[in-house]
């Protein structure tokens, strides 16, 4: 029975990358492949792919849901103006997004937050989160965050630097088009166009999907037996040309590769049986830990993962826990970046 200590590492907080390499293709990338471990570079991508095989990428696009604002209250009901961060993490309806808001304690049921030219009306507080209402909804709603948010850097970041207009740049892929997450499939960032041309004059295909990333790929497993962790839904959707390419490329004989754990995830949650993939849409909660027997994922490209995170739990599923060791243990030594503006990894079963 697999434990929560099983998948924990000590990592040196000198190799957490609080920016991205510039260019983006020119991370490091260690590849596992045939139990040896190969140093090599994002732009060399193309020497370890073959004509014919497929990369599957997350083409969510996130939104500038940090906002600042002030809880304005009636004087006649006490205490004036309170500075309020609210960062969006998922999205109710139209108009009303789930958030994490600090100071917590400051807001109530029924409190106003003004966010420039937007208010929002607190519905809702329960389990560390509000519900707000805002005064805009749709794509009117999506512009003002555009306009007034900053990039919701995770924690590991955001703990060491605010956001600040080049993360407007930096955490959003080249190919971002569909608008619903609240982080990036950061896997997908080392890819500039260069990069995506070279590959494609090498015969290599690519095909998209959709997985609108949560706050909940943040969120800590709390449970020591890992079985026992509920993960965080999220939205994705599988189109039916993703699902035939997916499919065609397995019949060729070519490898299926998504870029991220996010695409992995939405790939195998519209898996429907050995090799089979159909067109998929809804919430997926998939859970993917070590004895998963992978359906349509041939390998994986991913960047380098939080000690006990669901993340490298899938990497362990799919490389196996020996070898997941070894790699983050290379990882270390050879001072790899890690996290989300890291460097990455080609994990070849």
Same mark, same amino acid.
């Given at each position: ?14 190799l957490?990358?609080l920016r ?7 991370s490091r990338?260690l590849?596992?492949?045939?139990d ?5 570079m994002? &732009?060399?991508?193309?020497?370890? +792919? @073959?004509? $014919?095989d497929?990369? %599957? =990428?997350?083409n ?10 002030t809880?304005t209250?009636d004087t ?6 309170s500075?309020?961060?609210a960062?969006?993490?998922e999205?109710?309806?139209?108009d009303?997004?789930?958030?994490l &808001?600090?100071?917590?304690?400051? +807001? @109530?049921? $029924?409190d106003?937050? %003004? =966010? ?5 009306e ?25 306009r007034l948010?900053?990039m919701?850097?995770p924690?590991?970041i955001?703990?060491?630097?605010p956001?600040d207009?080049?993360d407007?740049?930096d955490?959003?892929?080249v190919?971002a088009?569909?608008?619903?997450a609240?982080?990036?499939p950061?896997a ?8 995506l ?6 015969g ?5 999907v959709t ?9 800590p ?10 993960m965080?839904s ?7 040309q ?6 065609e ?15 992995l ?15 998929w849409s ?5 859970f ?7 359906k ?26 020996d070898?997941?060791?070894?790699v ?5 030594t050879e001072?790899y970046r890690?996290f ?8 070849i079963?």
């Amino acid at each position: 029975m697999l434990t929560l200590s099983d998948f924990d590492f000590d990592l040196p907080e000198a190799l957490i990358a609080l920016r991205p390499a510039v260019p983006r293709s020119s991370s490091r990338m260690l590849v596992s492949a045939s139990d040896a471990l190969h140093d090599s570079m994002v &732009a060399d991508l193309g020497s370890w +792919l @073959a004509e $014919g095989d497929l990369l %599957v =990428f997350n083409n969510t696009k996130v939104i500038p849901s940090r906002l600042s604002g002030t809880r304005t209250r009636d004087t006649i009901h006490g205490s004036g103006v309170s500075q309020i961060e609210a960062t969006m993490i998922e999205r109710v309806s139209g108009d009303t997004w789930r958030a994490l &808001a600090k100071p917590l304690k400051r +807001l @109530a049921v $029924g409190d106003e937050v %003004v =966010f420039g030219d937007i208010y929002a009306e607190v519905m809702a507080k329960e389990d560390g989160q509000v519900e707000l209402k805002f005064s805009a909804t749709g794509a009117a709603l999506d512009e003002s965050f555009r306009r007034l948010g900053q990039m919701p850097l995770p924690p590991y970041i955001a703990s060491k630097r605010p956001a600040d207009a080049q993360d407007m740049d930096d955490y959003q892929t080249v190919f971002a088009k569909e608008t619903g997450a609240v982080a990036a499939p950061t896997a997908s960032l080392h890819f500039d166009e260069a990069l995506l041309a070279g590959l494609k004059a090498a015969g290599v295909k690519s095909t998209e999907v959709t997985l609108h990333v949560g706050a909940g790929t943040f969120l800590p497993v709390k449970t020591d037996v890992i079985a026992e962790h509920k993960m965080h839904s999220e939205w994705g959707a599988v189109s039916e040309q993703a699902a035939a390419d997916i499919a065609e490329t397995l019949a060729n004989g070519g490898r299926v590769i998504p870029v991220g754990t996010t695409a992995l995830r939405i790939i195998e949650t519209a898996a429907t049986g050995q090799g089979d993939i159909g067109a998929w849409s809804g919430d997926t909660d998939i859970f993917i830990t070590p004895g998963y027997e992978f359906k349509v994922t041939s390998a994986l490209m991913t960047n380098f993962h939080l000690p006990k995170s669901t993340l490298l739990m899938l990497v362990a599923a799919l490389i196996g826990m020996d070898r997941a060791r070894k790699v983050y243990g290379y990882a270390i030594t050879e001072k790899y970046r890690f996290f989300s503006y890291g460097d990455s990894s080609l994990l070849i079963p």
